[in-house]
């Protein structure tokens, strides 16, 4: 029997599977409920697992079931995360540090070199070229002020001047001024990775002023543009190096001996490449701030001034130099030579007062000149000399005691000797002449007879004539150090040949220069002692100072008799009527001198092909004071003897010289030594 319900007691609900009830699936008391067991994790479970159980329905008014507590979050250590950002924080500071103590320390004068490139522009000082005079002063050679234009590319790149055919546009204005190539211009001043080219070299004052007026043109337009339009100044990177320009005032004159400078302003000739250490000083420097291409006023600057060359004094006059060139050059032009030379020496000093070569050219236009008459051909031309040379060979006869003036001498119309048969420049019968006669009327076969008795042997004979033109300076230098020079040629004695051995005592067989040959003459001049030639009489320094030439060197050759001898013997070939030299007579003075006419070697084929036509003496003859000399190479119209086309020119020079010097006649008499002689007396 059921009993009746209670209607104040609760009725347990049933319980959900696995809701409230324990582990062994007993329902759980209302208020001693127990706290759900945790599940443990999958990991952990052991053992075979259960079959599931098939669940009940679920009610419709079922509340969810509640989610177990989330699981408390544990924060991960900061510390390692730190230590990385402090390593990486460490290594960049150190490598600052680093570069900062390379910049700052190790490069430092690297990079400040870098920015003083591009801040401060160096700039050369040209040293002013030291002039050349003449003996009394008189300007030869002189320097003027001149330009280099040139021109910074950097300057005119497209970024800078925001036009991009800035380096055109520059040429196009340029071109016109500077007498320059347009596209040659725009090529430089397009060139990248330099800051410096040259555009024109030694332009005038005037040059460089056109373009400072352009520019100021250029810069009044900028300042009017707008300033969004591109700046029109394209010559923002042109400048000028100031320098020294070379002036030969006298044009040609000579140009032989002074020589030339290059482009560049170096000595390339004459005396200006043989004193060019002294002549062009040392360049200075200055060292400027610039900004946008222009020099900024108050920037610094550094100098260092240049030092002037030093002026260099010749021996040459120049009045006398004129004389001599204008004389050689027209007798050149007339017999349609190749080449001649006159050299005019004073007996005394061994100074050379004219040295002239024609044809010539003129220092200041090089680029015109024919280069065969660059240089100077009385030192650098080696030619058999002809019977100029003669006198050497008497020198010896007469200080060797082997003949006197008078001792006789047959000469016959042709002599045999070695594998040669030798004649005279003209066709006679046999002559009777003295040894006086035999120089006078230049006689090659009495000359080889004369010269025979120099030695018991003609070996003996060869050498003494060679000790002898060795004295007087034949094979040997001159001693002026020229640019060139030739020292000429002459064979020691045991290398002649048969036909040399015959040859040499009358001028042929050897080779000399124009110098050595008017220094043969001098020697006599000087009583038989020979001073070497000199060109330079000293030069001022910078600081004023002059400073004269060494000393030349003396040497004797023949003793003063001998010399004295000589020099009356010379009277005969110019003063008595049978000699050779008329034409070279100088009334009111006594003069003495020697012909020449000898076969020419053609340096171009090296065979015998012409003449060489020349004239070599000193006056007044019995107390000499100048000496003159002439050569003509190869003359192909008129005549080609020495005494004819040679002569006058002597006679021309000398007169100007002896006037110019301001030497007065001697008023003696000519001893006029007998030229022939009879056979029987």
Not at 197 to 222: N, Y
Not at 298 to 317: F, I, K, R, Y
Not at 359 to 375: H, I, M, Y
Not at 413 to 430: I, P, Q, S
């Amino acid at each position: 029997m059921t009993e009746p319900r209670d209607p104040r007691r609760r009725v347990p609900r049933p319980a959900r599977p696995g809701a409230g009830a324990g582990r062994s699936g007993r329902p759980v008391r209302p208020g001693r409920q127990r706290p759900a067991a945790r599940k443990p994790p999958a990991a952990e479970r052991t053992g075979p697992k259960p079959p599931a159980k098939p669940s009940a329905p679920r009610p419709a008014a079922r509340r969810p079931a509640a989610r177990p507590a989330p699981a408390p979050l544990r924060l991960g250590s900061p510390r390692p995360r730190l230590r990385l950002i402090s390593v990486a924080l460490t290594l960049v500071l150190l490598v600052f540090a680093v570069r900062l103590f390379q910049v700052q320390a190790l490069d430092s004068g690297a990079y400040a070199a870098k920015a003083n490139e591009n801040r401060y522009v160096p700039v050369k000082l040209a040293a002013e070229r030291g002039a050349i005079t003449d003996r009394d002063g008189v300007a030869l050679a002189t320097t003027v002020d001149a330009y280099d234009i040139t021109a910074d590319p950097s300057l005119l790149a497209p970024d800078r001047t925001g036009i991009d055919d800035a380096p055109q546009r520059a040429a196009g204005l340029l071109a016109p001024i500077l007498h320059e190539d347009r596209a040659t211009l725009a090529h430089k001043l397009a060139k990248r990775g330099t800051r410096y080219v040259l555009l024109s070299r030694q332009q005038t004052p005037q040059v460089w002023k056109r373009i400072k007026d352009l520019r100021r043109t250029l810069d009044a337009e900028a300042a009017a543009a707008p300033k969004s339009a591109p700046r029109p100044d394209v010559l923002v990177g042109v400048f000028a190096d100031k320098h020294s320009k070379r002036i030969y005032p006298n044009k040609d004159l000579a140009s032989g001996v002074l020589g030339f400078v290059n482009g560049e302003g170096k000595g390339r000739g004459g005396i200006e490449a043989q004193l060019e250490a002294a002549l062009a000083g040392k360049e200075g420097k200055l060292v400027y701030a610039q900004s946008g291409g222009r020099r900024v006023p108050t920037g610094d600057s550094q100098e260092h001034p240049a030092v002037p060359g030093s002026d260099v004094q010749l021996t040459l006059d120049r009045d006398i130099q004129w004389a001599a060139q204008q004389a050689i050059t027209k007798q050149v032009r007339k017999s349609r030579a190749d080449r001649g030379y006159v050299v005019v020496q004073d007996t005394r000093t061994g100074e050379i007062l004219a040295l002239a070569n024609s044809p010539g050219f003129d220092p200041n236009e090089v680029s015109k000149a024919d280069p065969e008459a660059l240089g100077n051909a009385a030192l650098t031309d080696a030619y058999e000399p002809g019977s100029t040379s003669k006198l050497m060979s008497m020198a010896a006869i007469l200080e060797e005691g082997a003949a006197t003036p008078s001792t006789r001498v047959t000469v016959p119309n042709r002599l045999h000797r070695g594998d040669r048969l030798f004649a005279d420049d003209v066709d006679h019968e046999t002559w009777h002449l003295t040894l006086n006669g035999v120089l006078a009327k230049s006689s090659n076969i009495g000359t080889i007879l004369a010269a025979g008795q120099l030695g018991r042997t003609q070996p003996e004979a060869n050498r003494v004539l060679y000790s002898y033109l060795r004295r007087f300076g034949i094979g040997k230098p001159t001693g002026l150090g020229f640019p060139g020079e030739t020292d000429g040629i002459l064979a020691k004695p045991q290398d002649w040949n048969t036909s040399q051995q015959y040859t040499i005592p009358f001028g042929q067989g050897l080779s000399l220069n124009a110098v050595q040959a008017a220094s043969v003459y001098s020697t006599i001049a000087n009583g038989g002692e020979r001073i070497a030639p000199t060109l330079v009489r000293g030069t001022t320094g910078p600081d004023g100072r002059y400073t004269p030439a060494p000393k030349p060197q003396r040497n004797r050759v023949v003793g003063k008799e001998t010399a004295a001898t000589l020099a009356a013997m010379l009277e005969s070939v110019v003063d008595d009527k049978e000699g050779t030299g008329p034409k070279a007579k100088i009334d009111g003075y006594r003069v003495g001198g020697k012909t020449g006419t000898s076969n020419r070697v053609d340096p171009e084929t090296g065979r015998y092909h012409g003449y060489t036509a020349s004239f070599a003496g000193f006056a007044p003859a019995d107390k000499p004071r100048i000496t003159v000399y002439c050569a003509i190479q190869n003359p192909t119209t008129g005549s080609y003897f020495g005494g004819q086309i040679c002569g006058p020119i002597y006679r021309q020079v000398m007169e100007f010289a002896l006037k110019t010097l301001q030497v007065p006649p001697t008023g003696t008499k000519p001893p006029h030594l007998p030229v022939t002689f009879k056979p029987g007396d």
